[in-house]
């Protein structure tokens, strides 16, 4: 079994920073690639940011130049510092994280994390 868990969301004013951080754990034997997603209400997921294995990143235009994926391979890890935050940024963030474990590829998601940009 693989466990994807998303920490670091909150309540932050118009131009504030927030750090998200997701850990996969478990019986992943290679990760390909991890990401996080967003979900604001009345709308469908959308890709944020990812970053693979090999640390090529790509971002949704509303958000280049103000965040930034990362990762930390040996904690299988994934990091998004989101800076100059905006209203339209709440939303619930998502990782998701494509990789192997014995029984074949797959992928998985976290649970979720909220993130509200409000004064």
């Known amino acids: 079994q693989v466990q994807v868990v998303e920490s670091g969301g909150g309540l932050v004013q118009p131009g504030g920073s927030l750090r998200l951080s997701c850990a996969a754990s478990g019986r992943i034997l290679t990760i390909r690639t991890m990401g996080w997603y967003c979900q604001a209400p009345g709308k469908q997921r959308e890709l944020v940011a990812t970053i693979t294995s090999g640390g090529s990143t790509d971002y949704v235009d509303s958000v280049k130049g103000r965040f930034t994926i990362s990762k930390d391979n040996a904690k299988n890890t994934v990091y998004l510092q989101m800076n100059s935050l905006k209203p339209e940024d709440t939303a619930v963030y998502y990782c998701?994280?494509?990789?192997?474990?014995?029984?074949?590829?797959?992928?998985?998601w976290g649970q979720g994390t909220q993130v509200t940009v409000s004064s």
């Open positions: 998701r994280v494509t990789g192997a474990t014995i029984q074949g590829p797959s992928v998985y």
